[in-house]
């Protein structure tokens, strides 16, 4: 997996642009993203279920991980299991 | 040494100024001149006639395989998105050598679009505004006529939404600049010499946007406003339970402005934009460089203070029709719209404006008459006399 993937849930609409990566399995609504859609969707788990919003970035505890929702769904978002969080908008400049 | 010659674009923003002091009768629109405006900034911090670098310096002109695009890089965390904007985890996000290189085997769309969907600001000197300078959705109810001094709610930050608050507020409106308590204006501190002439006489808020109750003590104050300035994207208003179009139907007289980088059709709803680079993705720096054959930026982030004057003008004009109505404005489309007005008014003047804007590079803007600084509010210094004063209405 590098910076600048697209990921495909395979539970929901959800896709997300890879920020940042480390090792572990980059999950959305339990179940693992791929590059693709797969035919038949996986059921969505009710532990993952929160949704992911347009636009937010969604981070792990220790940074590792970061990705970009940028088409939103059903299923939250998980490394290996673990919930991610989202971050906190960007700060604006000093001046643009 | 010599200062520059004119900022190009200034006689439009004078256009402009012009019409808004016949519309409100207003001395202090009249006294202004689109070149103070467009000058402040960079005449405040002693700003030089820019190149390939901005002139505030957050933004930069790179070579593509085919073309050049004006990337931003002001925010802190926009250099932590370069490994994704190039796939490649080694890319090492403070290296501008490498920053180049990188860029100069992409094409110059393909980079782009991939940019702007990881929420860079970033444009195509090449390109078309994807939509016209202001969107107009007319679905308001009229205004119930009110003797009272029109209340103005800024929702904005930086320069475009505050400038346009402010000249309303010259043109006789009451104006509340509303912060974020955890996310403040950040030129406060940034710029605060632009900051008190952008945001002099304005009433402070102070909300914590996080907390649903000051959540709906704003919208209760935006439901008394007769005109709201912000500059947020659309989806970000949403999540807080703000709902533009539904209070423009329900608020009589309610008009609504947006400004945005590149307009809320399709994808574009989404991009970021600051003046720099919106300056480049309304054609500016493509005529730079049709009138003097060199890559560079005219103007100090033209976009904004172009954008600020001509949302102002628009607001009066709703208001003046009296029915409520959303207008969406977007950066690059007045950065369009500019150009295509002063090529209409004369183009042999305005390719001669750039000639010699471009030949000045390197030399101090143009003196500007500098505008006094009046007083400059506190952070949520007006907080009881605008959230009380709601709570019991």
């Known amino acids: 997996m590098k910076p600048g993937s697209k990921l495909k849930s395979a539970v929901c609409d959800t896709e997300v642009m890879v920020i940042r990566c480390g090792e572990g399995t980059i999950e959305c609504g339990g179940a693992p993203m791929g590059d693709a859609k797969p035919e038949t969707p996986d059921t969505l788990s009710p532990d993952h279920s929160g949704g992911t919003l347009m636009g937010k970035r969604y981070v792990d505890a220790n940074g590792t991980f970061e990705l970009l929702c940028v088409k939103p769904g059903k299923g939250s978002l998980a490394v290996s299991g673990v919930a991610l969080s989202i971050k906190d908008a960007k700060p604006l400049p000093a001046s643009d | ?393």
């Open chain 2, 1 to 393: 040494m010599t200062t520059a010659p004119a900022i190009p674009l200034s006689g439009s923003a004078d256009a402009q100024l012009a019409a808004m002091a016949t519309l409100t009768g207003s001395q202090e629109i009249a006294a202004l001149s689109g070149a103070t405006l467009l000058g402040e900034r960079a005449a405040l911090n002693d700003f030089v006639v820019p190149g390939r670098v901005s002139a505030g310096g957050g933004c930069r002109l790179l070579d593509t395989r085919d073309g050049h695009v004006a990337l931003s890089l002001a925010r802190p965390e926009d250099r932590a998105l370069l490994p994704a904007l190039f796939g490649d985890a080694t890319t090492s996000p403070n290296d501008d050598e490498e920053l180049a290189l990188r860029l100069s085997r992409e094409y110059a769309a393909e980079i782009v679009k991939r940019g702007r969907e990881l929420g860079l600001a970033i444009a195509n000197l090449d390109e078309q505004p994807v939509g016209p300078a202001c969107r107009m959705s007319d679905d308001g109810p009229a205004a119930t006529p009110s003797p009272r001094q029109p209340l103005v709610i800024d929702l904005s930050a930086l320069w475009a939404g505050p400038l346009a608050a402010h000249l309303l507020g010259l043109a006789g409106a009451e104006v509340v600049k509303i912060e974020s308590s955890n996310r403040q204006d950040t030129m406060r501190q940034g710029d605060p010499a632009l900051f008190a002439r952008l945001n002099q006489h304005k009433a402070n808020v102070a909300i914590d946007l996080r907390e649903q109750d000051q959540r709906d003590a704003l919208i209760a104050l935006i439901r008394r406003a007769d005109i709201v300035i912000e500059a947020a994207r659309p989806r970000a208003l949403l999540q807080l339970g703000i709902d533009a179009n539904q209070l423009v139907r329900e608020v009589p007289g309610l008009v609504w402005v947006t400004i945005t980088g590149h307009g809320i059709a399709g994808d574009a709803v989404n991009w970021t934009g600051f003046g720099d680079d919106c300056s480049v993705a309304g054609g500016l720096s493509a005529a730079l460089l049709a009138a003097s054959g060199t890559v560079g930026f005219a103007g100090d982030a033209c976009a904004d203070p172009l954008t600020g004057i001509y949302a102002a003008r628009r607001a009066l004009e709703q208001r003046k029709r009296g029915t409520g109505a959303r207008l969406v404005v977007s950066m690059s489309g007045v950065v369009a719209q500019a150009l295509a007005a002063e090529r209409e008014r004369d183009e042999v003047a305005l390719a001669k404006s750039l000639q010699n804007w471009a030949d000045a590079r390197g030399r101090p803007f143009p003196e500007v008459e500098l505008r006094p600084a009046g007083r400059v509010a506190e952070l949520g210094q007006d907080n009881a006399t605008w959230l009380e004063a709601c709570w019991s209405c």
